[in-house]
């Protein structure tokens, strides 16, 4: 068992549990920007402007100019049951910490951010740049990213250095938090199964995948790894080395009121407002973007007597880190070379993990 604060459930919203329909609304989509167009504004921020936003159950279909169309995204609202909710609240509130390594996701460089404010920036772009240390050295010459609040969990096959230097390996965060990891399992399980339900066809091809490496796979789900983003308004890109025929699958927790966080597809013109217990099933490898989040005065008289359950640094330029509120999403997708992973490594990495997979257990 965890032992937690009860301030953890002061605001959490949960969800109605509605049913999980098959048969809904279907609309088909064209482009409104072309592939070039909307490439020159990877990393940049957009806004519901112009955008058809959906609050309802809805499948969307995308158009090719030859007329053949492919799924982009489904929509249900409210469909994790609240057990699973408060499950997943309970282990992963907690969970996004601050990188600087989500790429194109973590929007474009502000120079007004108090973050980069106190630093000499050189070669700057979009969405990465280097800067001066004291010393004079140089630090990632455009490589660094605005700080954000994302973890991963599950499993990976790149390596993270400082905590483990090998690839094919349980995350950082899974390690350091395998009791916390554990106990939310079964709300992984329950975005599993919307994916199942929806759309057997993929799930059946991205579960075949998985089994190839049971041992690299999140309990018995078609998954091996969660991007676990905070109050995270994400620039324009696409999701990076996630399985091509697969699809990513997003639910959010939510503590207190806000208003905005769409998920975009401004090459679409569409966008979807996910809540708590709402299934998005989305085509990943399409440019998807999130609009900012905000309190109206409605949201901030609900919100006012909600204790904080972070460290609130507010000059420390972490996009979303002084917020009252919590939005929480939950990105669930299989990583396309994990398959690739030889088992002596993978093997070798958990036992330096002190990790017993077949017990699915932390050696103490």
């Known amino acids: 068992m965890l ?27 064209k482009k409104v920007m072309t592939d070039d167009a909307i490439a020159e504004k990877q990393g940049h921020n957009f806004t519901e402007e112009g955008i058809t936003i959906y609050d309802e159950d809805i499948d969307i279909y995308r158009m090719d100019q030859d007329g053949t169309t492919h799924l982009l995204a489904k929509l249900r609202k409210q469909v994790i049951e609240p057990d699973s909710i408060r499950v997943g609240w309970e282990a992963y509130h907690a969970t996004a910490g601050s990188t600087q390594q989500r790429g194109a996701a973590a929007g474009p460089i ?55 230097k090998g690839k094919c390996r349980l995350t950082s965060f899974s390690v350091r938090h395998f009791k916390r990891y554990k106990h939310g399992l079964p709300f992984i399980e329950a975005i599993d ?14 579960k075949a995948r998985a089994d190839l490496k049971p041992h690299l796979r999140i309990n018995n789900t078609a998954f091996t790894t969660v991007t676990v983003n905070r109050n995270f308004r994400t620039g324009l890109h696409m999701d990076d080395g996630d399985l091509r025929g697969g699809y990513g699958n997003l639910t959010v927790i939510e503590r207190g009121a806000y208003h905005g966080g769409y998920t975009l597809f401004p090459q679409y013109g569409i966008g979807f407002n996910v809540r708590t217990g709402d299934f998005l099933a989305m085509d990943v490898h399409q440019w998807h973007c999130n609009t900012a989040l905000y309190e109206t005065p409605d949201d901030l008289e609900i919100n006012k007597n909600l204790k904080y359950l972070y460290k609130n640094k507010p000059n420390n330029g972490i996009l979303g880190s002084i917020d009252k509120y919590t939005r929480m999403a939950f990105v669930c997708y299989y990583r396309e070379k994990m398959a690739e992973c030889k088992d002596d490594l993978t093997f070798e990495n958990f036992k330096n993990q002190k990790y017993d997979h077949e017990n699915n257990t932390i050696i103490e």
């Not at 032992?3 to 989509?29: Q, R, S, T």
């Not at 070669?123 to 050295?137: A, E, P, Q, S, V």
């Not at 954000?148 to 250095?161: A, C, E, N, Q, W």
Request: aromatic share 12%.
């Open 3 to 29: 032992n937690l604060p009860a301030k953890i459930y002061d605001g959490l919203v949960l969800p109605k549990n509605n049913i999980l329909k098959a048969g809904v609304k279907e609309v088909i989509v």
């Open 110 to 164: 502000d120079p007004e951010n108090p973050y980069w404010k106190s630093k000499k920036l050189y070669n700057t772009g979009t969405f990465g740049t280097g800067y001066f240390l004291k010393d004079g050295r140089t630090k990632n010459g455009g490589r660094t990213n605005t700080p954000v609040l994302s973890t991963i969990m599950g499993f990976y096959d790149k390596p993270h250095r400082p905590f483990v």
């Open 193 to 206: 199964n919307c994916f199942k339900t929806l759309i057997p066809d993929r799930h059946a091809h991205q």
